[in-house]
Nanobody, 126 residues
Framework: QVQLVESGGGSVQAGGSLRLSCAAS??????????IGWFRQAPGKEREGVAD????????VYANSVKGRFTISQDNARNTVYLQMDSLKPEDTAVYFC?????????????????WGQGTQVSVSS
């Protein structure tokens, strides 16, 4: 059974940084077939993809809105994926979720992501 646990959310001022963690169990992130994605959902808005990492870290993809500010990485020894968020903006405020996609995932198809964490709140004030 795949379990994902997010941590690291909090409240910061605009321009600040946070690092989110997604600890996986029952799912080997170093397996070339497996991907981990980060998503976010702001109040009143649909869930959107933020970044994902696949192929044991050799492939990373970012949403245009976070390119150059967010960095996704993984620590195989800890079986954990991180999302380093720098230069945060108020519009980054949302609940952030990580999700697992064996054999790759499509941000627009929730069904391709087989397991989800419980989410962690990120609040950025101006």
């Amino acid at each position: 059974q795949v379990q994902l646990v997010e941590s690291g959310g909090g409240s910061v001022q605009a321009g600040g940084s946070l690092r989110l963690s997604c600890a996986a169990s029952g799912y080997i992130i170093s397996d070339n077939r497996n991907c981990i994605g980060w998503f976010r959902q702001a109040p009143g808005k649909e869930r959107e993809g933020v970044a994902d990492i696949c192929l044991d870290g050799r492939s990373t993809v970012y949403a245009n809105s976070v390119k150059g500010r967010f960095t996704i990485s993984q620590d195989n020894a800890r079986n954990t994926v991180y999302l380093q968020m720098d230069s945060l903006k108020p519009e980054d405020t949302a609940v952030y979720f990580c999700a697992a996609a064996p054999n790759g995932g499509n941000w627009d198809l929730v069904s391709t992501w087989g397991a989800w964490g419980q989410g962690t709140q990120v609040s950025v004030s101006s």
